[in-house]
C-alpha cells in the first residue's frame, strides 16, 4: 500500500510562488503515474497536473504555463512548482498515484494524499 504525504501548503500573495511536494512511502512509485488535484469546498476535485512514469506531463487549461510537475524517483517525490499564483488558485492540493493504465485527470487513482491547503491573498 501506498501511503502519500504532502507539504508545502501555506499562504502566499497574488503573484507568489509555492512548490509543493508529496513524498511516498510503502512503495517504489518509479512506475506510478502520478498526479496533483485540487479541491476547493463545495466543488468537484480538479486534475491539476499528471506525470506518467516516464516523466511527461500533461496540465489542466487553467494553469498551463504557471505549474510544473516534477518527479525525482530517487526520493521517491512528487513535486507541484507553482508560479503566478492566483486567488482562484486557492484550494486543498491533493496527490495521488496509481500504477498504469490509470493515467489521466480522472478520480480513479488508488492512492490519495490527505492535502495540503493553499490560500492566495489579493
Known amino acids: 500500500r501506498v501511503r502519500l504525504l504532502e507539504s508545502g501548503g501555506r499562504s502566499v500573495q497574488s503573484g507568489g510562488s509555492l512548490r509543493l511536494s508529496c513524498a511516498a512511502s510503502?512503495?517504489?512509485?518509479?512506475?506510478?503515474?502520478m498526479a496533483w488535484f485540487r479541491q476547493i469546498p463545495g466543488q468537484e476535485r480538479e486534475a491539476v497536473a499528471v506525470?506518467?512514469?516516464?516523466?511527461?506531463?500533461r496540465y489542466a487549461a487553467s494553469v498551463k504555463g504557471r505549474f510544473s510537475i516534477s518527479r525525482d524517483n530517487a526520493k521517491n517525490t512528487l513535486y507541484l512548482k507553482m508560479n503566478s499564483l492566483k486567488p482562484e488558485d486557492a484550494a486543498v492540493y491533493i496527490c495521488a498515484a496509481d500504477t498504469p493504465p490509470v493515467c489521466s485527470g480522472g478520480l480513479s487513482y488508488a492512492y490519495w494524499g490527505q492535502g495540503a491547503q493553499i490560500t492566495v491573498s489579493s
Open positions: 510503502g512503495d517504489s512509485t518509479h512506475n506510478y503515474c
Open positions: 506525470i506518467d512514469s516516464s516523466g511527461r506531463p
